[in-house]
């Protein structure tokens, strides 16, 4: 009898006690221990920001370019139409994150927390995830082009009307995901997908290969 595999992620490495940062000061810079909860970052070029609380923070339409954030906590971010172009996560948790219409492009995510995010309508392009978890996510209407996924877990996440044309997947799950309407539902080859969701691909599929359901 198989065992059912636990997908689990570490928590930041956020030390107990933080200084406080400005913005201004990022760009270009490499920072650690630093508490920005709530701050506006509307611009971020050349930063590495390290064991941190990025909480809170309000990016919305902001345009980062080669960030990196590693052990860092954006929980409760506003995300909403970020542009993000070359940069990575690195143990990181985005928990009930805002990032209705974000565009990610090259950007890498490892050993990553993403739960009860808000991520219809996003552009993910070129990106990498690979130790990641989804969980509770609403991806309705995302688009995938030229992103792979390796050890990944969705999980109750809403793909409904999703183009997963672009997508490769290594070692990805699938559990109690609505995956209504999507396009490219042939690149989750390779993926494994509980009963119930594949059940809820028969429609695409059939759509795919031509094959008219119904007198």
């Given amino acids: 009898m198989s065992r059912r595999r636990a997908w689990t992620v570490p928590e930041p490495d956020v030390p107990p006690h933080l200084e406080p940062a400005d913005v201004a000061d990022l760009d270009d810079a490499t920072v650690s221990a630093v508490d920005l909860t709530g701050a506006v970052v509307p611009g971020l070029r050349e930063a590495q920001v390290d064991g941190s609380d990025l909480s809170r923070i309000r990016a919305g339409s902001a345009r980062w370019e080669r960030v990196t954030l590693a052990d860092c906590r954006l929980d409760g971010a506003d995300l909403a139409n970020l542009v993000w172009r070359d940069g990575s996560l ?113 429609p695409a599929l059939a759509r795919e290969l031509g094959i008219a359901i119904g007198g």
């Fill in 90 to 202: 690195l143990r990181c948790s985005l928990r009930e994150v805002r990032m209705t219409g974000a565009l990610l492009a090259r950007v890498r995510l490892r050993s990553v927390l993403l739960e009860g995010a808000q991520a219809t309508l996003t552009t993910w392009q070129g990106v990498r995830m690979r130790s990641v978890v989804l969980r509770g996510c609403d991806l309705r209407e995302a688009t995938f082009h030229d992103t792979v996924l390796e050890d990944v877990l969705l999980e109750d996440c809403v793909l409904s009307g999703a183009q997963l044309s672009g997508l490769q997947c290594r070692d990805v799950q699938l559990r109690g995901c609505r995956l209504d309407g999507v396009a490219g539902v042939g690149a989750l080859r390779g993926a494994r997908l509980a009963e119930e969701d594949a059940a809820a691909l028969l």
